[in-house]
């Protein structure tokens, strides 16, 4: 089986390092009284920045993020042991803003010891999917999980900014133990 897998908030808990460092810079930077938005995943949504406070974040400030974030639970023993079961493992990533995407996203995945065919830097998933022929892919994000479930099933990892997606492909977890069993029992 050709599995695709998202990275941020799907292997690593992304979101409360992210949100850390969204608040320090927008109460010690930005210092224009904005509230964060509570169900935000991303520097896109968390605040209503500028596209230069954004971009500045990104640049300067989201290498930073990448360093604190830890591994989800079990994630490293799962994808191993679904490569050893032969399923190939792609990683795709929507991390096409940040500099240098490809090598910060294998640093992260040498630091958490995950295994993995090919690493993927692109935004539309949908198309990768159909591209190469992915048979299920992990997700969190909204905008993935609806438009990529139309196609294959989709493993959601479920959270408050993602709880309106619900359909028949569409499969939420709360953790890489139930993946495991998710994938042993997948018939394509």
Excluded: H
């Excluded at 240098?100 to 996203?105: A, F, G, L, R, V």
């Excluded at 479920?158 to 069993?181: A, F, M, R």
């Amino acid at each position: 089986m050709r599995i695709g897998i998202d990275v941020d908030n799907t292997i690593p808990d992304t979101l409360p390092v992210l949100k850390k460092y969204c608040k320090e810079y927008n109460d010690n930077v930005i210092k224009r009284n904005l509230t964060m938005n509570e169900k935000g995943f991303a520097v896109a949504n968390l605040y209503e920045w500028t596209e230069e406070e954004k971009m500045y974040f990104i640049n300067n400030i989201y290498p930073k993020v990448f360093e604190d974030v830890e591994a989800k639970k079990n994630v490293s023993t799962v994808i191993r042991k679904l490569k050893e079961n032969g399923n190939n493992i792609y990683i795709i990533t929507a991390r096409t803003k940040i500099q240098s995407p490809y090598e910060i996203t294998q640093q992260m995945l040498k630091r958490y010891n995950i295994v993995y065919d090919e690493i993927i830097v692109q935004k539309d998933k949908k198309q990768f999917c159909i591209d190469n022929n992915i048979d299920i892919l992990i997700d969190d994000e909204p905008q993935n999980i609806n438009s990529v479930s139309e196609i294959i099933p989709v493993i959601a990892f479920e959270y408050i900014y993602n709880q309106e997606c619900n359909g028949k492909n569409i499969i939420k977890v709360q953790n890489w133990t139930e993946i495991s069993d998710i994938i042993k029992n997948f018939k394509k």
